[in-house]
Structure formats: structure tokens, C-alpha cells
């Protein structure tokens, strides 16, 4: 029975990050309303959860599909509408639709695909927000809303011009409304992926996987679950004091930043060398060869 279970509506549910999430979710016991605008993509998932082995399972929840447009006031408030009908409350939004949008020079950038990019990737976490916060407030029980940013929400030179503006937007209005929604016990933060496979990268991924190892540290590219899992921290409880927290999912690129040291040969480690820099102090720096695990490569 749904009676006493967690209730998650999830944008963008239907494919890539959003389907292992409501994969992951609903494994976990959530119930789970799948918000998307690709309804043979909603049908397929909810047939594939509830066949065998799917919501049957004691432990598992139940997920339900409405095709839903995220740049449409309505449509939203119908999804979270939905996730009340069908489970009687909800304790987790996750605004996770997104495209790519434009792309091109911007000098040749046509305002309405400029529009059309924010329409989705900003309008759509406004809207999932405001009527997500409406019912966690209204109940009472507070609730998790979690946004999916990106690593182009952080630096230039990861997306499109509109979407990585976009996407900032999307990390600094978790920020703004956590602060405001504190007092109703609404935790809001957000999650930024960086490279993950999915439909969105499109033939992107092949050659991302050839040139991934100039950018991102961890060798693998990343995949949907792995976002998922952080996904799932934050709706829930381990996560309970975490707020206004945007968690970056991309295998260490942020921290990497512009990897100057090896790309343009300014690391002594990547030439082969160890030792210690004393700078302006008057002592004589050291250096010597490597001879540890890994010397070969590194001193080619
Ligand atoms: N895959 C990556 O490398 C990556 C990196 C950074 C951020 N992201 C972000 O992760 C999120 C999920 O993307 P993904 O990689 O899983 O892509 P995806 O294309 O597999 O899934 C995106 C889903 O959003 C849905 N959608 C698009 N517009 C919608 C609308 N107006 N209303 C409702 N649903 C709509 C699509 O139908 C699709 O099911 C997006 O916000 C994306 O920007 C992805």
C-alpha cells in the first residue's frame, strides 16, 4: 500500500538522468511520479517498473507517468497535482528537464531559441519550485527539492552560450530559495553533472571518450546512476541539514579546472620529476627523477 511512503515527482524522468533517478528512487521505496514531455519514453519506463520484478516487489514504490510541458505554468501545477491525487502528498520535487538548446555564434543567436533554452532549463526549475514549496509548505512536512545544474552552470566553455547561462541560474536560485524556504523545513539544493551519458550528449559521447582524459581526472565518462545517487542523498534523510548545497557529479573536472600543469607541461610529476620547491627563500629547491608506480608513462 502507498500509505506511509515518500512521494517524488521527477522532470525529465523519462530518459537518461531522470530515469535512473526514478529507477533509483522507486528501488528505494519511493513512489514516483515521472513528469516528462516524451510520452512513448514515460509509457516504456512505467511498463518496464511495473513488469516483472518491477512495483511488485514489496519494497518497491509505484510510478506513475504525466506527460507534462516544464515551461508551462499549468502543466506543472498539474504534475504536482498528480503526485497528491495518485499518493496523497509529496515529499521530494526533482527539476531535472533539460535540452541543450541553442548553440551557434552568438552574434547569429535567434532570440527565441534563446528563449526557448531558458523557457526549460530556467522557467521549468522556477515553476517545479514554486509548486513543489506550495505543497511541502501547505502539509506542513517540509520536503527536498533537488535541481540539476551542470559543470557549463559553473564555468565558460562546457555548453552553449544560453544553456550554461541558464544553467547558472538554475545553482544560484537553490541558493536564494533555501534560504527562504529554511523556515519550512524545504532543503533545495543542487546537483551539477558533468560529462554523463546520456541521449543529450548525442554522437557527442564517442568523442568525449576519446578526449576525456585531457579534461576529467577519473578515466571513466560518468553514468546516469551515478548522478542518481546523489540525487537520492539529497531527498533523503541522510541528508537532512543540507541545504542550499550544490554538489558537482563530473568525475573531478571542477577540481581539475584548466589542468595547465599538464596540458602545457607546468607539472614536474607529469615530466617525471619529485621533489621540493623553496621558492624566494634562499634555500636550493631539490629535485630528482621519479621512481615510483606510474614513471614510466610519466617520464616518456
Ligand atoms: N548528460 C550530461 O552530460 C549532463 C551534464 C550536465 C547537466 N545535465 C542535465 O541533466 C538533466 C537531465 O539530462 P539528461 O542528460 O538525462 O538528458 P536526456 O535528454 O536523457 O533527458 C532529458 C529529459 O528531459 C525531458 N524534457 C525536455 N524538455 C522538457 C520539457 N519542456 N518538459 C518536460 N520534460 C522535458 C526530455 O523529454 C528528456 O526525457 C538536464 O537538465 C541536463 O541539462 C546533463
Do not use: C
Not at 530556467?122 to 533537488?146: D, Q, W
Request: aromatic share 4%; proline share 4%; net charge neutral.
Amino acid at each position: 500500500m502507498s500509505g506511509g511512503r515518500r512521494v517524488a515527482v521527477v522532470t525529465g524522468g523519462a530518459s537518461g538522468i531522470g530515469r535512473a533517478t526514478v529507477e533509483r528512487l522507486v528501488g528505494d521505496g519511493w513512489n514516483v511520479v515521472v513528469a516528462d514531455l516524451n510520452q512513448a519514453n514515460g509509457d516504456a519506463l512505467v511498463r518496464d517498473l511495473t513488469g516483472t520484478g518491477g512495483t511488485e516487489g514489496a519494497d518497491r514504490g509505484q510510478v506513475d507517468f504525466v506527460r507534462t510541458d516544464v515551461s508551462d505554468e499549468g502543466s506543472v501545477e498539474a504534475a504536482v497535482a498528480r503526485a497528491q491525487e495518485r499518493f496523497g502528498r509529496i515529499d521530494a520535487m526533482v527539476n531535472n528537464a533539460g535540452v541543450g538548446g541553442a548553440f551557434g555564434p552568438i552574434t547569429e543567436l535567434e532570440l527565441e531559441d534563446w528563449e526557448y533554452t531558458f523557457s526549460i532549463v530556467s522557467r521549468g526549475v522556477f515553476l517545479g519550485t514554486k509548486y513543489a514549496a506550495r505543497a511541502m509548505t501547505a502539509s506542513g512536512r517540509g520536503g527536498s527539492i533537488v535541481n540539476t545544474g551542470s559543470l557549463a552552470g559553473i564555468s565558460g566553455g562546457a555548453g552553449p552560450q544560453a544553456y550554461s547561462a541558464a544553467k547558472a541560474g538554475v545553482i544560484n536560485f537553490t541558493r536564494s530559495v533555501a534560504v527562504e524556504l529554511a523556515a519550512h523545513r524545504v532543503r533545495v539544493n543542487s546537483v551539477s553533472p558533468g560529462f554523463i551519458r546520456t541521449p543529450i550528449l548525442g554522437t557527442g559521447v564517442k568523442k568525449i571518450e576519446r578526449l576525456l582524459g585531457d579534461v576529467q581526472p577519473w578515466p571513466e565518462v560518468g553514468e546516469p546512476t551515478h548522478v542518481a545517487s546523489v540525487i537520492a542523498f539529497l531527498v533523503g534523510p541522510d541528508s537532512a541539514f543540507v541545504t542550499g548545497e550544490s554538489i558537482n557529479v563530473d568525475g573531478g573536472v571542477t577540481a581539475a579546472g584548466p589542468r595547465v600543469g599538464d596540458t602545457i607541461g607546468g607539472d614536474p610529476a607529469a615530466r617525471g620529476l619529485v621533489g621540493v620547491a623553496r621558492g624566494s627563500t634562499g634555500h636550493e629547491s631539490t629535485v630528482r627523477r621519479r621512481t615510483g608506480p606510474g614513471t614510466a608513462q610519466a617520464s616518456g
